[in-house]
């Protein structure tokens, strides 16, 4: 059984409309990202609770906490950020949330990634040596531009740290706007650390984002060979569709439906049961 998920605040940044949309679409679980215009990691602690109270009324659970962490080039202050990545582990206990999402540092514009490899890896080490002792997994994004943006160095990352609290989360478009055919060149490599499932697709010709199926991710394929391996975790939506930028990104209520759909239509289409 497949868990629809989602982050909401691609919906609106009210958190009780981002709520009502989930509800309406029968998703049950959110990718918890933001709320009212603020970061999930910068919200106060009666903030945060506020948040736990809604989603509790409301019958939805937190798939993953949607941390930027990782979102900072590779030679920024790394200290500061272990205090931000200490503030996810809190949320993430506070929200039941079995999985952070997080990334592996932006590499300066022209420069070989390989160089940066050994400060990378010190640092992903250091996260997931956070995360000892907390009943969570960490979720690596395959973002464009940061280190592990390729499913070699995605690869690399998760087998060099070789932390069981280190995963991977599968992002096709992600890929595609790095020149990478996800499922033809990258799924036998990464599918024995796939854990998690961000779900949006894009073009090869210029990297727009469109809806699932509608691109060059090959997400029909990827769901069929998911299926054929046993996958049973989480398939988050996140669209895209309207704005995006180095945060996340921003679709609307009518485009949040509209990616929902075209994905459920291609669970339906292979015969993926899912909730």
Known sequence: ????????????????EQCRVLTDLGIRHIEFRS?????????????????????ERAGIGTSSVGSPIGKIGVSDDFDAHLVRMRRALHVA??????????????IPKGEDPA???????????????????????????????????????????????????LKLAWDPANFVQVGVIPFSEGYAALRPHLEYLQVKDA????????????????VEQTVRALVADGYDGFCS?????ATADALGGFSGEDHFRRATRAFTQILDHVGVAYR
């Open 203 to 218: 073009l090869l010709a210029d990297g727009t984002v469109v809806p699932a199926g509608e691109g060059d991710g090959e």
């Open 115 to 165: 160089a940066h490899r050994d400060e990378v890896l010190r640092r992903m080490s250091a996260l997931a040596d956070e995360a000892r002792g907390h009943d969570v997994v960490l979720l690596h994004e395959n973002e464009k531009e940061i280190y592990g943006d390729t499913p070699q160095r995605c690869l690399d990352l998760v087998e060099s740290v070789g932390s069981p609290q």
């Open 1 to 16: 059984m497949w868990t629809l998920s989602g982050f909401a605040d691609e919906i609106s940044p009210d958190l009780d």
């Open 35 to 55: 709320a009212w215009d603020t970061n999930v990691l910068d919200l106060d602690d009666d903030q945060l609770e506020r948040v736990r109270a809604t989603l």
């Open 237 to 241: 939506m996140e669209p895209h569709l």
């Open 93 to 106: 206990r506070v929200l039941q949330a079995p999985y952070i999402r997080l990334f592996s540092f932006f």
